[in-house]
């Protein structure tokens, strides 16, 4: 591992607004994150897979009576946002080092308001396909974690994880379901808060349209075990 990897984990060690395995707190804020971390009662927002957080931080900085959480596997990625967030005296914002898989583990049914599942590892071969962060058995912890009628939200360049996860959200609730095969061309761009994320940056640099989604959880939805038996499909 690159020493300025290491530096980056060290820092995070210490640093208050990221949350690790191993920490105090990494289980002890299940279903109590707004008033036992971030001292409130605002609503809770949670980017998955969001890297260097683009979406945590530029939120955090558009609605500072909100609540938001960005989670990563990649410690060095979260450093980034942590920085920014640091920096920016951002006291909404905060990180979570975990799987998505695991999230059960650190939120209650229903504690979160929106989801934003911001430009995923496509994983296009058929045998990775419960790896995608929008297959059956990640949808089910979005929609058990998100109270009824909160928003889930998918952007990405890659056409085939869309029709995918489109497909998927259709048979679930199609009445909630807006979306866009090219965002800006599109009356939906309002809706993504003209936030751009890192890899956003460079498939929009390359020509890619960039494809969005918003799902209503259904309010009539009950929540939902993990159904291992979903994975298959
Ligand atoms: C393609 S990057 C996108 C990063 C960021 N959202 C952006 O748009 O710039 C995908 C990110 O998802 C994270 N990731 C992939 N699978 C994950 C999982 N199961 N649990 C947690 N993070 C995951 C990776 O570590 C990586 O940072």
Same mark, same amino acid.
């Given at each position: 591992?690159? =020493? ?10 210490? =640093? ?10 990494? &289980? ?7 008033? *036992? ?5 605002? %609503? ?32 060095? =990625? ?5 920085? /920014? ?6 006291? @909404? ?6 799987? /998505?898989?695991?999230?059960?583990? @650190? ?9 934003? !599942?911001?430009?995923?590892?496509? =994983? ?10 929008? $297959? ?6 979005? *929609? ?7 928003? !889930? ?14 497909? +998927? ?16 061309? $599109?009356?939906?761009?309002? +809706? ?7 890899? *956003? ?8 349209? !960039? ?10 939805? &009950?929540?939902?075990? !993990?159904?291992? $038996? %979903?994975?298959?499909?």
């Amino acid at each position: 591992m690159g =020493r300025s990897k290491l530096k980056r984990f060290k820092v995070i060690a210490g =640093r208050l607004n990221v949350i690790e395995p191993g920490d105090l707190l990494f &289980t002890s804020l299940r279903g109590q994150w707004a008033t *036992e971390f971030f001292g409130n009662s605002h %609503e809770l927002v949670l980017e998955v897979g969001c890297g260097k957080g683009d979406y945590t931080v530029g939120m955090a900085n558009l609605f500072p009576n909100r609540n938001f959480i960005g989670v990563d596997i990649k410690g060095s =990625r979260l450093w980034k946002g942590s920085t /920014v967030a640091e920096e920016n005296g951002l006291t @909404n914002a905060a990180f979570l080092r975990n799987l /998505v898989e695991l999230l059960p583990d @650190n939120f209650a049914p229903g504690e979160l308001s929106e989801i934003w !599942i911001t430009f995923p590892d496509p =994983r296009p071969k058929i045998g990775d396909a419960k790896k995608r962060l929008t $297959s059956p058995r990640y949808l089910n912890i979005y *929609e058990s974690l998100v109270k009824p009628g909160g928003i !889930i939200h998918f952007k990405t360049d890659n056409l085939e994880l869309f029709r995918y996860t489109l497909e +998927l959200l259709e048979s679930r609730n199609p009445a909630g379901l807006i979306y866009t095969f090219d965002l800006y061309n $599109s009356d939906l761009q309002h +809706l993504t808060l003209n936030i751009q994320t890192t890899y *956003e940056k460079r498939f929009r640099a390359d020509g890619i349209p !960039i494809k969005y989604l918003q799902y209503v959880n259904s309010p009539t939805t &009950t929540l939902q075990p !993990i159904n291992p $038996s %979903e994975e298959e499909k």
